[in-house]
């Protein structure tokens, strides 16, 4: 294997000299991308795994930096093949270390196999433990006992495909009818090395928190499931996977892992991984949509009748009011800060100039715009196309989770709130707000704005409206900087609560 990297800013051409040559075992990697179904007949591109050896015999792994990445052994090249657009898992990557997740580090390549050209992938870091990669503790057979059996631990809930691994199902089910129960397993130590006593502790450690979420009384600040779990990871792993509506997400390609307990020891959610139809990429589960959770993706007919369910976990949290506030405050912080459309769309912008030239050589070898590719939800003709449908979806997907984090916040809630049919955009503003929301049928509605202390400060005449989605403007320029609530009901029965942000 060869790599040709003169570093940033620069040119490369496989006329030069390679920067690194090395041995290395190359393999097919991932699930359904090595399906049939899932290529277009001619134009197959599939994904590579690869470890690093100090000679063919590949007996010993070597670690190297590749492209200015920290040095490992273990590498993944993603085809990116049903996006398009290539931004979806390089976005999503970089929202998650923006939250403070694990993740992939990632760099774009054009791969090159036995001279022939093989278009743009994206080069990854596999996750596996390792202080470059996921740094918990190393967990060697001898440790079985004390506070050395209780770390490190990676977890993975996911497709079984692939290498052997040690495995459990959960003594609960997920989902609203289904029956099928969370399958857990367990990626370091490795299947073959893991003792069994390791295997029973990290088994019972979960079994007990799971069995804790399950009985305890959500919101009673006492409760010892908080004691087994990194509460800021799951609210980070939340904010990810539903800004992406990541429809595999909570239930596939998802990981865990656990350190010693005298390093801290509690469950932490990451590191982030395949992110390849989120962003509206996907046509089942309403995956294409702006609204909805992806928590509660599973509960549609479609879903319940889905082999692989999101951990019941999840809806538990929501149920906790200090989860739900913990997950309004983080909003708040990261929209104000680096989750907005001007800071994503640059980020975008700065990565489709750097691959204009070698995604034209992409799609010359794969010519797949305009064609359906699994499951593809929008198809464009170009590839302007799809990057300002994917920049759209995310305007609006931010759009309508500002009202759901609003409704997280608010202290009139009972213990699971309602998704908002309505929302308030922009949202914060400097007064001038747009309403949207749907009617079944032609009604009269009215609304009231509320004051921290529960005082209402203005209500609306009746307003009367047809059926279908509704747009109407909202001035509260005479108001002062703060947060209001606005609340609205109609005659056909829709009642609806909304925090507003007002700036100046």
Not at 484 to 497: I, M, N, R
């Amino acid at each position: 294997m060869e790599v040709f990297d003169k570093g940033n800013g620069q040119l490369n051409q496989l006329s030069s000299s390679p920067t690194i040559t090395t041995v290395a075992g190359v393999e097919f990697r991932g699930s359904t991308s090595q399906a049939d179904f899932y290529f277009l007949p001619g134009y197959v591109k599939k994904p590579y795994g690869i470890e690093l050896w100090t000679d063919s015999t590949g007996v010993n792994a070597k670690r190297m930096s590749l492209i200015q990445m920290p040095e490992e052994s273990d590498w993944v090249l993603n085809a990116s093949y049903n996006d398009r657009s290539f931004m979806r898992d390089f976005m999503a990557h970089q929202i998650a270390g923006r939250l403070g997740l694990l993740h992939s580090e990632t760099k774009f390549v054009e791969l090159v196999i036995n001279n022939e050209y093989r278009g743009v992938y994206m080069l990854m870091e596999k996750i596996k433990q390792g202080k470059n990669r996921v740094p918990i503790s190393d967990l060697y057979p001898t440790e079985n006992a004390g506070d050395d059996v209780t770390g490190g631990y990676l977890l993975k809930i996911d497709k079984t495909s692939g290498s052997p691994s040690t495995t459990w199902k959960s003594n609960y089910t997920s989902g609203i009818s289904s029956t099928q129960k969370c399958e857990f397993q367990i990626e370091y130590p490795k299947f073959g090395i893991i003792t069994q006593q390791q295997i029973n502790y990290i088994r019972n450690y979960i079994n007990n928190w799971e069995q804790k979420l399950m009985t305890e009384d959500m919101n009673d600040p006492k409760a010892s499931f908080r004691d087994f779990m990194d509460m800021p990871s799951f609210v980070n792993y939340f904010i990810l996977n539903e800004v992406t509506r990541n429809v595999d997400g909570y239930r596939l390609s998802s990981y865990l892992y656990k350190d010693k307990e005298s390093l801290g020891g509690k469950i932490k959610m990451g590191p982030a991984w395949d992110f390849n139809i989120a962003f509206g990429n996907a046509d089942y589960l309403n995956g294409w949509k702006t609204d909805g959770f992806v928590y509660k993706a599973m509960e549609t007919d479609a879903g319940s009748k889905d082999y692989w369910q999101v951990p019941f976990w999840w809806n538990k949290l929501i149920q906790d009011a200090s989860f739900r506030k913990a997950l309004a405050s983080r909003w708040k912080a990261v929209r104000s800060s680096f989750l907005n459309t001007n800071t994503l769309y640059a980020s975008i912008d700065s990565a489709q100039v750097v691959l204009k030239d070698p995604l034209t050589r992409n799609f010359q070898k794969y010519p797949l715009m305009g064609k359906k590719i699994w499951p593809n939800y929008y198809v464009g003709a170009t590839l302007s196309d799809e990057v300002n449908w994917l920049k759209n979806w995310m305007q609006g997907r931010l759009t309508w989770l500002d009202a759901q984090m609003a409704l997280f916040d608010s202290p009139i809630l009972g213990n699971e709130p309602k998704e908002a049919s309505a929302t308030i955009y922009p949202n914060p503003s400097r007064g001038l707000f747009n309403w949207k929301f749907n009617l079944a049928k032609p009604a009269e509605v009215s609304y009231q704005i509320i004051d921290g202390q529960g005082r209402m400060l203005l209500s609306s005449k009746v307003l009367n409206f047809g059926s279908g989605e509704q747009i109407h403007s909202v001035d509260l320029t005479n108001l002062s900087a703060g947060t209001y609530l606005f609340q609205w009901s109609s005659s056909e029965g829709s009642a609806e609560k909304i925090r507003l942000l007002l700036t100046k």
